[in-house]
């Protein structure tokens, strides 16, 4: 399969690597991602002026982009940099307004970079399945009120607005009966647990008690979100793939370079059979994987739930097994120093452990794959 990018996509690439690599070096990229609050402003927003957030949507809403491979473009080059500037909760939330129809002002606002969203859906024994909602949005008065818990959402104290899934009917666990809602994150009842992540930057459990939202708020149809969701994680799933390819290139190249500067008796131990064949798997699991990326980026707009969702959870699967076998193997490769702060690689290496848990790890995605193909 030949596969070439189109020029504008070059162009984009090219940009996006030039301005991360002179504005992010991996020191500073160090100092903001495991310092207070977690990102950059400033990247941020040189990010929003070079067209980051407006490659991720179509004309339609006021981009230039929006197909699956724009998306992996700019989420490769993210990957490359180690960027924790919180673009995949602006693509997912942006992405469900887009699918959803009205809420034009926030949507522009997200596409031009001057509003910073976070999907909060996730909850304690849900294992990554966005049908197992436990918080619940009742009718009173003609406003909403929500009650309930969200874990683990990236980036959301860096969020203005945050879109919430609750059950407005229906048991945990059915598709029916879910509804989302776009709630400003500084709304009365709204509350934040922020620690730093392993890997840089924040996640925060959010509290939600007694949020009071009139009914604009809603997005989509009551009872119906459940699709919307699913295309908005859908979107995510596709940017952390190729995030993780984007990653694993760098800790490769870090590697053949140590391999063949690292002597013992007088000769590159990269000269070493032994070391070689365990680089070669290196080279060719990372091409599975990038053939996994370009085949969900193929599929991310197709009208075939079944295909679509089961190309992207099979990538998913393949970025999750191999993030993991490339981190090890490029860290013993390197002996010693491979676990080092000092060493971008290890920093490489916690990124690409932490992309196989967000949005469902391979565990979760081999099951959704095998279920998806029997029809459920």
Request: glycine share 12%; net charge negative.
């Amino acid at each position: 399969m030949i596969f070439e990018h189109t020029q504008d996509r070059r162009m984009l690439a090219d940009t996006l690597a030039r301005f991360i690599a002179d504005r992010n070096p991996i020191e500073q990229r160090n100092r903001i991602a495991y310092g207070k609050p977690g990102f950059s402003e400033e990247l941020w927003q040189g990010l929003a002026e070079l067209g980051t957030t407006g490659a991720l949507f179509p004309e339609s809403a006021g981009g230039f982009g929006g197909a699956g491979f724009d998306i992996s473009v700019v989420f490769e080059a993210i990957g490359r940099g180690l960027v924790v500037e919180p673009l995949l909760g602006s693509l997912m939330v942006g992405r469900m307004l887009l699918q959803a129809g009205g809420h034009a002002a926030a949507l522009e606002a997200i596409v031009t970079g001057e509003q910073r969203a976070a999907l909060a859906w996730e909850e304690v024994d849900a294992r990554w399945d966005p049908q197992v909602v436990f918080t619940r949005a009742s009718h009173e008065g003609g406003s909403w009120v929500l009650e309930g818990d969200k874990i683990v959402v990236r980036q959301a104290a860096a969020a203005g607005v945050l879109l919430v899934s609750a059950r407005t009917s229906g048991e945990p666990g059915q598709p029916a009966g879910i509804t989302l809602f776009l709630v400003p994150a500084d709304a009365p009842g709204v509350a934040l647990r922020t620690l730093g992540s392993i890997d840089g930057g924040t996640v925060s459990d959010v509290s939600l008690r007694h949020v009071v939202l009139d009914a604009s708020a809603v997005v989509g149809p009551v009872d119906g979100g459940a699709p919307l969701l699913e295309r908005g994680l859908g979107a995510g799933l596709l940017a952390l793939c190729a995030e993780s390819v984007g990653a694993m290139d760098v800790a490769k190249d870090a590697t053949i370079d140590y391999l063949r500067t690292r002597k013992q008796f007088n000769l590159p131990i990269g000269s070493f059979q032994a070391l070689q064949h365990r680089m070669a798997t290196v080279l060719i699991e990372i091409e599975q994987a990038r053939s996994a990326v370009i085949n969900a980026a193929a599929a991310f707009d197709a009208e075939d739930r079944v295909e679509r969702e089961r190309v992207l959870s099979a990538a998913k699967m393949s970025v999750g097994r191999i993030g993991a076998l490339v981190s090890e193997e490029c860290i013993q490769l390197h002996g010693g120093i491979g676990m080092t702060w000092e060493l971008p690689l290890s920093h490489y290496a916690k990124r690409l452990i932490a992309i196989d848990h967000e949005l469902g790890d391979e565990d979760f995605h081999l099951e959704r794959y095998i279920a998806l193909g029997r029809g459920a």
